[in-house]
């Protein structure tokens, strides 16, 4: 038996550009371009032939980039919007949380607007009045409860609106990504609540960007880009999928604003690693090289450690380093090394060949240069790459700072530089509920 059904839903909506607004009435009259304003620009497909089936007691998740049609969904399904074309069928009471502080009104204070939301909702004033203080309470705004909701930070916002809408007892559950706006105490409780729904079998439709939320709760899950569904089936392997496409993206951005490297003349010594400086000002592009050329670094390539050439990776990944290098003329004093740094110009790691006592004999003509790690473990960001031949003395023949640059796209939330292996361990007294449980 499903809650909820879509059949070949369809939403278009008209866009308007900003040539077409015009400052008063009158001065459209005037102007006699009316009408001309009043034309839509263009049509806009916002979901495109969905059709799909939640079954009774199911938490169904949705996920998508922003513009993918998510909040569209939800909104169509509660009702607020309508299809432009398709079937909807929707059997059983709905709550919904989809836009932060939508249906309250301003002016007027928590107290009223949770009996003017509660009588929205189906329920009628005796039956709000038994379920207020509860409502209250697990908003946490039993002082602000009389103040006008235009006072409320977004967090009270979403507290209040999460609370009335899982209090009117729904059969069907609809929450938007609004829990990202709440505080840390208070998302867990949200969560322990919804845990709570599935337990009783209630419907719930949950669209969020937390994907290890997303992974961990929801027994189903559907994908939508550009308004259409992609994939539909197993959270992990729907998320999984989604994250690939993901990174396939961000590796075409980032190939399209790669800075390429810019030759200068200019000799220096200076050995490998050495702290990068602050990242010099936009406009410079960090486009520094210095060196005789003695031994030339041709070409710099970063690969996947089964050798696809890419510039995102994940921190449980390794990387590959591969330098294209020409010797003009034989010779045995040489070192190769690398340094990476974040964004900030923080020395996340250095190392070179003399550094790890390889003692150099000869090199003559072109050859490969391979420095291969097998683990970044960076925490996520924008990280930027020194590579350099040069003497055992530091003479440089060859240095290039700052020219290369790879993603690190990680979901993990930890700070720092590196995301070091850890395990955390907790004597019997000292309880908590285990990530993915």
């Not at 039956?127 to 207020?132: A, D, L, P, R, S």
């Not at 990776?313 to 190769?336: C, N, Q, S, T, Y």
Request: glycine share 8%; proline share 5%.
């Amino acid at each position: 038996m499903y809650a909820i059904e879509l059949d070949g839903v369809t939403r278009v909506y008209q866009k308007y550009s900003a040539r077409h607004r015009f400052q008063t009435f009158k001065s459209a009259l005037v102007k006699g371009d009316l009408f001309r304003s009043l034309k839509p620009d263009e049509l806009v497909t916002a979901l495109d032939d969905i059709s799909l089936q939640v079954e009774k007691g199911m938490t169904f998740g949705v996920i998508g980039e922003n513009g993918s049609g998510k909040s569209t969904l939800l909104k169509i399904i509660a009702g607020i919007a309508k299809p432009t074309s398709g079937r909807l069928k929707v059997e059983g009471k709905i709550s919904a949380l989809i836009e932060l502080g939508a249906g309250f009104h301003p002016e007027i204070s928590g107290r009223e607007n949770v009996f003017i939301n509660g009588i929205m909702l189906g329920l009628s004033k005796k039956e709000i009045t038994q379920k207020f203080d509860e409502i209250v309470g697990f908003a946490e705004l039993e002082e602000f409860i009389d103040a006008p909701v235009k006072t409320y930070s977004s967090g009270m916002y979403m507290r209040l609106g999460f609370s009335i809408a899982i209090n009117v007892n729904p059969e069907i559950l609809l929450i938007d990504e609004v829990l990202s706006v709440g505080d840390a105490a208070f998302v867990p409780k949200c969560l322990d609540r919804i845990d709570d729904f599935r337990r009783r079998r209630k419907t719930i439709l949950f669209v969020s960007h937390d994907l290890t939320t997303v992974a961990k709760i929801c027994d189903k899950v559907a994908w939508l880009k550009d308004g259409k569904i992609r994939m539909i089936g197993e959270p992990k392997r729907i998320v999984d999928a989604y994250l690939q496409d993901v990174t396939e993206k961000q590796e075409e951005d980032f190939q399209e604003r790669k800075v390429q490297p810019v030759q200068a003349e200019a000799p220096a010594a200076e050995p490998l690693p050495e702290p990068a400086p602050k990242p010099a000002a936009e406009d410079e592009k960090r486009e520094q090289r210095w060196g005789k050329r003695e031994i030339e670094i041709r070409k710099v390539t970063l690969k996947s450690l089964g050798g696809e050439e890419k510039h995102v990776f994940h921190p449980e990944e390794g990387m590959v380093i591969e330098m294209d290098v020409a010797a003009h003329k034989p010779l045995k004093d040489f070192v190769f090394g690398i340094g990476i740094f974040n964004s900030q110009g923080i020395s996340c790691y250095g190392t070179n060949t003399n550094l790890e006592d390889f003692e150099p004999l000869s090199i003559s003509g072109a050859g490969k240069v391979t420095c291969r790690i097998e683990r970044l473990s960076l925490i996520n960001g924008t990280y930027y790459l020194d590579v350099a031949a040069h003497k055992r003395d530091g003479y440089s023949y060859d240095y290039h700072r700052n020219l290369y640059s790879f993603l690190v796209s990680s979901m993990l939330k930890d700070v720092g530089i590196a995301r070091l292996p850890h395990a955390w361990n907790f004597t019997p007294k000292i309880k908590f509920k285990l990530p993915g449980k």
